[in-house]
């Protein structure tokens, strides 16, 4: 409700003529299609028909066909941006409509145009916003086929053709009131002119007066004189010419129409008074009948509501154990995963046991091990060995450095 209250304000802030807007740009954006030649290039290429005047604006009054409008919209749009310059690849009848309106918008944005509505928009086909897109993209295209607008050269004004002008059309004018006359003649060829009347009247007067002097008497019989004036008395209506811009003749109109409008009002007024106490009549009855149902559904009424409260307790108990279901599920598939992973463990170990390999490698090892010892052992006795002669010739060397040092000590004792 928010949503709609504010597109409303919108609506009404734009003024009262913006539900025309699509109109008068969609018949400027058709003149600017014709301009870039759309007929030999989209429409004989794809066999379409030509476009109305008001054929993307969307209105109660107008015959829609979504699917087709909005097919009819993306190819010329995709016509228009590789006629603008930049590289677009026509979208096909079944391509997805999100995807291309999204790339056409992209497309928009990236000529510098601001586009501040959402892409739903244009997924119908029709509308201010496809009248919008278009025009925009065929004014790229004009741009870069280097068409532009020019200011109208007006043709200086000449007075004395004006003058000549305006005389012409009086006299047309006057013609025409004079034809309208002449048929008014026709129509009434039988009727005595009251101008004409006045200038016999005025040539009977001009003329020398002949009365006799003696009363006439007459001697015709009075039948055929009453026939004679029943013959003659269809001829003897008088008609005045009236002017048609005269403004008393409108004044006269004027009051004709009021005292029609005042007769037709009371009429219509009864009648209307007469229909305002029938609806309040039937607005009565409706309304009794509506409470006569409510009452008589109330018990109905009132189960449906207790089934509606215990299929809401029964979907938020389902909430509740689907998350339930859900956290066991999810630790049943942990520990699927574990007992997984200890029974791989376990067949690895079980087939190690089996398998003799284990223990014809620790033979094999004991073997290496033994041949080492050995090795080392003997090594260890040559090592000994060394050190054993090593050590006898140091004290070989001793026992001669004891003997060296002990002889002249005794030579000496004999000499004292």
Not at 7 to 18: H, I, K, S
Not at 61 to 86: D, H, K
Request: glycine share 4%; proline share 4%.
């Amino acid at each position: 409700m928010a949503e709609e209250g504010r597109r409303r304000g919108e609506e009404e802030d734009r003024g009262p003529g913006a539900a025309h807007r699509g109109f008068v740009m969609m018949e400027n954006l058709l003149e600017k299609l014709k301009l870039l030649n759309y007929e030999e290039e989209v429409l004989v290429k794809h066999n379409m028909k030509s476009l109305t005047r008001h054929y993307f604006v969307s209105s109660p009054y107008l015959a829609s066909n979504p699917g087709e409008q909005f097919y009819m919209f993306t190819i010329i749009a995709a016509w228009l941006i590789n006629v603008a310059g930049r590289r677009f690849t026509e979208p096909q009848e079944y391509d997805e409509p999100n995807a291309t309106v999204s790339n056409i918008l992209a497309e928009l944005r990236a000529f510098g145009v601001k586009v501040d509505f959402p892409p739903s928009k244009l997924k119908s086909g029709s509308g201010e916003f496809v009248c919008f897109v278009l025009d925009h993209l065929a004014e790229e295209a004009l741009k870069n086929r280097g068409f532009t607008f020019r200011r109208p050269n007006y043709p200086s004004e000449n007075t004395e053709e004006e003058s000549v002008m305006d005389d012409d059309a009086e006299l047309t004018l006057s013609k025409v009131e004079e034809e309208m006359i002449e048929e008014a003649d026709d129509e009434e060829e039988n009727v005595m002119d009251l101008e004409a009347l006045k200038l016999r009247n005025a040539h009977a007067e001009a003329e020398p007066s002949s009365k006799p002097d003696d009363i006439l008497e007459s001697t015709v019989d009075a039948a055929e004189w009453r026939m004679e004036v029943e013959r003659v008395l269809p001829q003897l209506k008088v008609t005045i010419r009236t002017d048609h811009k005269d403004w008393r003749i409108h004044l006269d109109q004027m009051h004709q129409h009021r005292d029609g409008i005042k007769t037709s009002l009371k009429d219509t007024k009864s009648y209307l008074d007469k229909l305002q106490e029938d609806i309040g009549k039937t607005l009565e009855k409706v309304s009794s009948r509506e409470k006569y149902i409510n009452n008589q559904l109330e018990p109905l009424i009132q189960e449906y509501r207790n089934a509606q409260a215990r299929l809401s307790e029964a979907k938020e108990r389902y909430r509740q154990a689907s998350v339930g279901v859900m956290a066991r599920t999810r630790v049943l598939a942990e520990i699927s995963e574990e007992l997984d992973k200890v029974k791989q463990e376990m067949e690895d170990k079980g087939s190690s046991m089996s398998d003799g390999a284990p223990v014809v490698k620790i033979k094999q090892s004991l073997t290496k091990l033994k041949q080492e010892v050995v090795q080392m052992d003997v090594r260890i006795g040559v090592v000994e060995h060394t050190l054993l002669q090593a050590k006898l010739k140091e004290k070989s060397n001793m026992t001669r450095d004891m003997h060296a040092t002990n002889i002249p000590d005794s030579a000496a004792g004999t000499f004292t």
